[in-house]
């Protein structure tokens, strides 16, 4: 079986990069690895267990009438939850073929498969006496998202395994949606994007243009007179998607929205669209977006705030870090630009691994950067999108890590293991020896079977100065521009190495002024990591009083004994005096606020809330 990338730029003619195939990466950095491991061997399993307690799998036995008597269970979306376990399990068994994992990836297939009706049809909320009411409410009840997910899913099984049983099943539910919808039939758009990507996808796999066009109708739609969707922002219904210039409404919708609409653009190379997206990525990044690589501000309808509209109460979904990554990564895949890469890499370590246990089994929904510790993560929820998305996104990862284009390996981040790509039509191994996120000495060693001219392009994160690079020893003439590649050009063979540097010193940021929860305060990171201050590893003060100089020296400390291996950050620092204040809610303004001295320490944001609960904070006063 020839592998093939989680998003197939291969042939897409407006693509710049093409991802490796999660299977030509095997990962053995103490970082990423085991977390893989446990997403495959325990995360998996248990989200599996809930699919069957919570009635998910009980819903298609249901529509199948291989279980009759009962009624459908949970929310009527709920058949996307059972899609996209499957869409991880699958690339799980792409990279480690498992077969007590086969067994129940299987087995759902079956009960899948048994459910679909005999016109294509495949919805289990829409059976017997809902029956009628298919698609007769696009905006509210999410038929098209469910089967966005499942074609992912299917083409995710194919490219995977190579079994391509589930292909053939939403095959025919996409023709029936094609049978439904267009130009000339019934003009509608979902509520919730996730059909635009799944039909490029299955262009993509299949050849056939008819799913790209049907993409094309559904973002077309939106924004017209009359509108489709009520005219709502909330539903990104409101204009044209080529005159937007904000995000708008509810965030992972939107944000689901930007990666369809990125994908018809590696296709078709639509100027209007690209210059839409453009300003979107604009908007998100430079007034939208949480240090965290976070989206979403208002827990009221997981909605995008207005601009500079980012309180530390934050919502930020798990699901909209997840949806970011997705956009970045098309992106990246359209431009080869390395500031699609360094957003990408921003929300994969914060914004995303927040959402996930590091015990693997328990889950955020809302992402908050300040906390009085009521905050806590749950083995699952009633609305349980955001578990089984972050554990497709860990199944996919070792297909963001490379991307290869006409004559040129591109190394988007970085990690310990081993890449077998061919390059130009030459096969290469690299083998990387890195700590990474931990230290930032990274050393590739290339295996060839004969001399090959090709690119090797390293990306210089934009958080990082002073990067050095030498290839066999020599220092090279690549410009090390952060946020950029440094491109090495050369003849290589059997046996070169080379050896990147990326100083990781802890670093102080502070917002823009517009961004009022954050004026007069400062974040720290170190390297990708955003840290936090959680109260038990700061007694004796409440972290939310903490006061920090820009200036204030950091020192780091590896800790194999805390939180999964860590790097802390400690540094001497103040902390309000509150026994001055009396009990006084307000009092008359005037010189400096009482401090008391406080040392200080700091943790990876991803890590908080997995040990006992109290306040957390990403952002400290500023002294």
């Not at 990564?329 to 370590?349: H, I, P, S, W």
């Not at 954050?518 to 990591?529: F, K, S």
Request: with cysteine; net charge negative; glycine share 8%.
């Amino acid at each position: 079986m020839n592998p093939r990338p989680v998003v197939d730029t291969s042939r897409s003619p407006h693509a710049k990069l093409t991802q490796v195939s999660p299977a030509c990466v095997r990962l053995s950095d103490p970082f990423w690895e085991p977390r893989m491991a446990l997403n495959r061997t325990k995360t998996l399993f248990g989200q599996y267990e809930q699919i069957e307690k919570t009635g998910r799998l009980d819903n298609f036995r249901r529509a199948s009438g291989r279980k009759t008597g009962i009624d459908f269970e949970g929310i009527y979306f709920n058949d996307s939850d059972v899609y996209k376990w499957l869409e991880a399990a699958a690339w799980s068994l792409g990279t480690h073929p498992d077969p007590d994992l086969q067994r129940i990836v299987d087995l759902a297939a079956a009960e899948i498969e048994a459910a679909q009706q005999p016109d294509g049809y495949l919805d289990t909320y829409f059976m017997f006496e809902r029956e009628a009411e298919r698609w007769t409410n696009l905006k509210d009840l999410h038929e098209m998202y469910c089967a966005g997910h499942f074609i992912q899913a299917a083409v995710a099984h194919k490219r995977a395994t190579g079994d391509d049983r589930l292909l053939n099943v939403v095959i025919r539910l996409a023709d029936h949606i094609l049978d439904t919808f267009g130009p000339d039939k019934r003009a509608g758009a979902c509520g919730h994007q996730e059909i635009e990507m799944a039909m490029v996808e299955l262009y993509r796999v299949t050849g056939d243009e008819r799913y790209l066009r049907q993409a094309e109708f559904f973002i077309s739609v939106r924004g017209r007179k009359p509108a489709v969707l009520g005219g709502s922002p909330y539903l990104q219904d409101h204009a044209p998607y080529a005159s937007l210039d904000e995000n708008v409404g509810h965030a992972v919708r939107m944000l689901y929205m930007n990666a369809g609409v990125a994908d018809i653009v590696l296709e078709t190379g639509s100027p209007a669209l690209l210059e839409a997206q453009n300003r979107l990525w604009d908007d998100l990044t430079q007034r939208k977006m949480y240090i965290t690589g976070g989206a979403g501000a208002r827990y009221d309808g997981e909605a995008f705030g207005d601009a500079y509209e980012l309180p530390s109460r934050a919502y930020a979904e798990t699901c909209a870090s997840i949806a970011l990554v997705m956009w970045a990564a098309r992106f990246l895949a359209l431009t080869a630009d390395a500031k699609y890469a360094d957003v990408l890499e921003r929300a994969l370590y914060n914004g995303v691994l927040s959402g996930l246990s590091l015990a693997g089994d328990s889950y955020f929904y809302e992402n908050p950067l300040a906390d009085r510790g009521t905050h806590r993560r749950s083995e699952w929820f009633g609305c349980a999108c955001c578990p089984p998305n972050v554990a497709r996104l860990l199944a996919e990862l070792p297909g963001y890590l490379f991307s290869t284009s006409a004559g040129g390996l591109y190394v988007n981040l970085y990690a310990e293991g081993s890449l077998n790509a061919e390059i130009d039509g030459a096969p290469v191994t690299v083998n990387t020896r890195t700590r990474y996120p931990w230290d930032g000495a990274v050393e590739m060693k290339l295996g060839l079977d004969a001399p090959a001219a090709f690119s090797i392009f390293l990306r210089i994160p934009d958080w990082c100065e002073g990067a050095s690079l030498v290839v066999n020893g020599q220092p090279t003439d690549a410009a090390l521009i952060p946020g950029g590649y440094a491109e090495v050009a050369r003849t290589w063979s059997d046996g070169d190495v080379i050896a990147l540097y990326l100083p990781m010193d802890a670093r102080v940021w502070e917002a823009h002024p517009h961004v009022e929860a954050d004026t007069n305060r400062v974040a720290i990171t170190r390297g990708p990591l955003v840290y936090c201050l959680e109260a038990v590893d700061n007694p004796g003060f409440d972290v939310w009083d903490v006061v920090i100089s820009p200036e204030t020296e950091w020192n780091t400390a590896f800790r194999a004994d805390l939180l999964n291996s860590v790097v802390t950050l400690s540094a001497n620092a103040a902390a309000i005096d509150r026994s001055t204040w009396e009990g006084a809610l307000y009092r008359p303004a005037g010189g400096p606020l009482p401090t008391k001295p406080a040392r200080v320490t700091a943790i990876p944001y991803y890590a908080w809330a997995n040990r006992e609960a109290g306040p957390m904070t990403v952002w400290l006063r500023r002294a």
